[in-house]
């Protein structure tokens, strides 16, 4: 039975993903020409309509969709055999690419490494630093093997585990008056003093679901992308905020007028964990290396 190319899937799904012909053809390393035939050479085989092509535009039908989602499936588990059939012969030849959230890298991704490359000496690790959400996307499309997050998250194809549990402290200016930290309520605080991380960081959902607002208003609209930012204005006296456990204890307060309180660990808590792609082969080695991880 005659199949399509693995090259026309691929190709189709560098379309999806860059919606336009130019930028795809670039990202797969081939002509715009030769990219627009082998989706039109596809489109034959399937006897099927997969985009809508316009002088403008690029439109996926919806069975183009459809089968763009499949084909980048189809396409991970191709690399994942590559892959599986290389570390079946010599498990440390492969890198490792490891995803981790930026309110867990600064504190424990450099202990981890150490502890890594004293176990395993040949052993390549790439580190990539982002959200949650893009870490899984990279995760599910074979661009990394392993992400350090803030669980749970609920993602299709994707193992996770839980490692520890962590809590977190309110920090505020020694000198104060925008809360009484013997006394804490949240819904008491002025507008606008409470600075969280922007949209996408775990973090913000994770105090959110602690502080149990009634009041939106209490939210800065400012969005930090790191809890440093944070810090910086809290020490100024221009709000508070809250750091998790693992950031008090790598002294990111050393040398700040800041003071906190450690909040109910029944309601202000995040589990520190691993997420990795379901079925992989390379399972026995990953669980190994997240037990390196320090807490």
């Given at each position: 039975?005659h ?15 860059e ?23 596809l ?96 995760l ?42 013997n ?13 969280l991380?922007?949209?996408?960081h ?38 508070v ?40 082969s ?14």
């Amino acid at each position: 039975m005659h199949l399509p190319s693995i090259r026309q899937l691929q190709y189709l799904v560098a379309l999806h993903e860059e919606g336009h012909f130019g930028r795809a053809a670039v990202t797969e390393n081939v002509t715009q020409s030769t990219l627009s035939t082998g989706i039109k050479e596809l489109e034959n085989y399937l006897g099927i309509t997969l985009v809508e092509r316009t002088n403008k535009s690029v439109v996926f039908t919806d069975l183009g969709k459809q089968i763009a989602d499949r084909s980048r499936y189809i396409i991970t588990q191709m690399e994942d055999l590559i892959e599986d059939a290389k570390a079946l012969s010599s498990p440390l030849s492969n890198p490792v690419r490891l995803g981790v959230i930026p309110t867990i890298a600064p504190y424990a991704i450099s202990p981890l490494v150490v502890s890594i490359r004293k176990k395993y000496e040949g052993l390549k690790l790439y580190i990539r630093e982002d959200t949650t959400q893009n870490l899984m996307r990279e995760l599910s499309q074979n661009k990394l093997d392993l992400a350090i997050i803030a669980l749970p998250f609920e993602a299709n194809q994707v193992n996770t585990r839980i490692m520890y549990r962590e809590g977190m402290h309110l920090a505020f200016n020694k000198n104060t008056e925008l809360v009484n930290p013997n006394k804490i309520d949240f819904d008491a605080l002025p507008d606008e003093s409470l600075l969280l991380l922007d949209d996408g960081h775990c973090l913000r959902d994770h105090a959110l679901a602690g502080c149990r607002l009634k009041n939106d208003k209490k939210i800065h609209t400012f969005g930090a992308n790191s809890l440093q930012m944070l810090l910086q204005m809290v020490d100024d006296d221009l709000g508070v905020t809250l750091v998790p456990d693992m950031a008090i204890d790598a002294g990111v307060l050393k040398g700040t007028r800041i003071q906190t309180k450690r909040l109910p660990s029944k309601r202000f808590y995040r589990d520190i964990g691993f997420a990795w792609r379901k079925g992989t082969s390379r399972e026995a080695l990953y669980t190994e290396l997240m037990d390196l991880l320090p807490h």
